[in-house]
């Protein structure tokens, strides 16, 4: 059975905030011994401490999840390294400048992989004065659609949502702009650069 919460992350956690296992037992009204189990694996929190947990060791849920801390170590950002993700429950679109941790509808989501375009997904780009003006010869209808799309540029990223019924179009800024990812909600991402 896979883990959903690692001990050596709910020890490490304890540590750093400088309690004891008895301690952390009484915040969540439970045995030192329970805690002894988390921690060497021979047992798990229930789900519904979960958030109670997370709360004493001071983290979100997520990073309690993913094992990992979400440290904020000001690295330089590089657009090209713009994560895409997209709920196949919702439909929403969310975007990270690099590695990021995202749920959605109670789901955590993978980033989206973008492939070169195919024949039946090829952006038209099209200059009009300072604006690319950009279209997608695809079907728009509820079931197969053209869901967004999203140029990026060296200092941050630009989105057109589109609609089902709607035409796949959009408008961009010339200025900066270094490629377009769009996504197809039954073929996935791809991703074209800017000749």
């Not at 780009?125 to 140029?151: C, G, N, Q």
Request: with cysteine.
């Amino acid at each position: 059975m896979n883990q959903y919460v690692t001990g050596t992350m709910i020890k490490r956690l304890r540590e750093s905030r400088k309690l004891t296992q008895q301690q952390l037992a009484e915040k969540l009204m439970v045995s030192d011994k329970a805690v002894s189990k988390w921690e060497t694996g021979r047992g798990y929190p229930d789900l519904a401490l979960i958030e109670p947990l997370s709360a004493a060791l001071g983290v979100s849920v997520i990073e309690l999840f993913s094992g990992e801390d979400v440290v904020n170590t000001n690295r330089a950002g590089n657009m090209l390294r713009t994560r895409i993700y997209a709920c196949p429950i919702c439909g929403n679109v969310i975007q990270s400048a690099g590695e990021a941790v995202v749920s959605c509808c109670g789901i955590v989501l993978p980033p989206l992989e973008a492939e070169p375009e195919d024949e039946a997904h090829h952006l038209r780009v099209e200059k009009s004065e300072d604006e690319y003006y950009v279209t997608i010869p695809h079907e728009m209808s509820r079931s197969h659609y053209i869901s967004f799309i999203l140029a990026v540029k060296d200092n941050g990223t630009e989105i057109v949502k589109l609609y089902p019924e709607g035409n796949a179009e959009a408008r961009f800024k010339i200025s900066r702009t270094q490629g377009f990812y769009y996504f197809c909600n039954r073929h996935g991402l791809f991703k074209v650069p800017v000749c």
